[in-house]
């Protein structure tokens, strides 16, 4: 049977918007957790929540969407490649509006702990001395490579493992 390319979009923004709003929380304890030890071990501990979500998001689109709930594993990939992107474009807002106007030293202070724990791991010196001559990088490209890219890239990795349990997943 086609797959109903529309139906894939449509799902995967709706679940996105679900599992953005959710990184978004999660990332005000990321924020709050600078400051905080015990908000950025709640940070940590939400970090599961993610595939988690992403599980719960399979089996339900294949079980609502996909005729006779077969999924192959291709298009669950697929589905959650589009579920992060669109989540990711979520959580890049907050992220712009945080290094933007909330820290704009956020980044400078992220690559400089970056250094500083590259040289307290006795690493190469050059090659330490190579990160610390690149300049930072600027608001917009940290949110596409880090935020957007970054939660793709993870997704994918996740897929790999959480698409095959949803395929062979039996809901009662």
């Given amino acids: 049977m086609q797959e109903d390319k529309s139906r894939l979009l449509s799902y995967a923004m709706y679940a996105g918007l679900y599992l953005g709003l ?59 490649i589009l579920l992060f992107f669109f989540a990711s474009l979520l959580k890049s807002v907050i992220v712009f509006i ?10 400078t202070t992220l690559y400089d702990n970056m250094v500083q724990m590259a040289q307290s791991m006795k690493i190469d010196e050059a090659l330490i001395a190579n990160i610390s001559e690149q300049p930072y990088p600027t ?15 993870m997704g994918m990795l996740l897929s790999v493992i959480i698409v095959p349990l949803a395929m062979n997943y039996k809901s009662k």
Wanted: proline share 5%; charged share 10%; net charge positive.
């Fill in 22 to 80: 959710f990184w978004v929380v999660q990332y005000f304890f990321t924020m709050a957790g600078t400051n905080h030890a015990i908000l950025a071990v709640i940070d940590s501990i939400l970090s599961i929540g993610t595939p988690i979500l992403l599980f719960y998001y399979l089996v339900r689109y294949k079980r609502l969407i996909i005729p006779d709930s077969r999924m192959n594993y291709w298009h669950g990939m697929q589905f959650s």
């Fill in 139 to 153: 608001p917009s490209s940290y949110i596409i490579n880090t935020v957007i890219l970054g939660n793709v890239f």
């Fill in 98 to 107: 945080h290094v933007n106007w909330i820290d704009p030293m956020f980044i």
